[in-house]
């Protein structure tokens, strides 16, 4: 059988949808491995270039964003993170799926350089609940949170963008990640995606 | 949240792909039901009319292939068998899940008709698997294993008419059940499968 390249997965998922829950369930349980990603941020200590992130000067980030290498970005506290393609490339080629959480833009510019990647939306069961999550967490000011709330909304609309849509129900992050898996199995498993299959069951 | 339809998979296999095997079990693990076909062929004594299955005249069966109302049906020892379009909806429905196991050309048919049907292509491992465990049987002549390797070859070629291909591995029908069952939870997510999520997400 010829060599079956990884999945690319994006997934997206607005505050208080608890990716930070269910997406590690889904790394422990599934095909996948990190990319390293690139940034500006200067290491850490203990930190080792091409082993935590890529670290580059912010002339040489913006180069490859306008050379094309990056697969996604985005900026966090004035510096830039980023999956370089190179990296992404790497991982799907050993066969292994590859993992983006990245927010609704970022998704659609993967989808549009990688038809094949697979777009799912996380979503809290209903904006109700979504809210509630947020308000339980108290850390924020009002006007802090009615800006991630609108934000959110945005987000969820998106929704009929993306190839699946996933509900994390209230304690049941479990099933959340069970649904992710399946869609992982089930689009390997694509007609599309093995395009070899005839040929080789013949072989 | 709206009420979610059913999902109608339609599985085709050569012989030798273990359907017997396969299917079974995800009839056992999913959220499957039966539709009741109907048949030209006489009830046995304890059958009943509407339970095993709808009894018709070779004219009426004619009559309702005419009217389009099957949604496939095919003939087997000089007998009609089909599903009727009325109950494969009656099951649809309720939201449970259709299993039709049906050849080649009754798939594309159906597709047709029921074009967010999804077709799934049962396989053994390879084509030397497949007439090893033809051969197996020991139970044909020798024309006639030919005949029918003839025919499975030309039922494999059409897999990338199909939307999956999942293999039937010697010894995994589990695995190849899972496939199934995992393609099944992954398709009732799809976004375009839920068209009112975010209305009812903001309700």
Known sequence: M????GLLVVVSGPAGSGKGTVLPRVMAAGNFRFSVSATTRAPRPGEKEGVN???LTREAFEARIAAGEMLEYTTYCNNYYGTPKKEAEAVLETGCNLLLEIEVEGAA???KAYPDAVLIMLLPPSYAVEEARLRGRGTESEEALLKRLEQARYEVKQAPRYDYIVYNRDG????AAADILA???AERLRAGRNPDAVTDYFA
Chains 1, 2 share one sequence.
Not at 172 to 175: G, K, P, Q, S, V
């Open 2 to 5: 010829s060599r079956e390249r």
């Open 53 to 55: 992130y890529h670290y």
């Open 109 to 111: 510019n993967v989808k």
């Open 172 to 175: 049941e992050a479990d099933r």
């Open 183 to 185: 869609i992982v199995r």
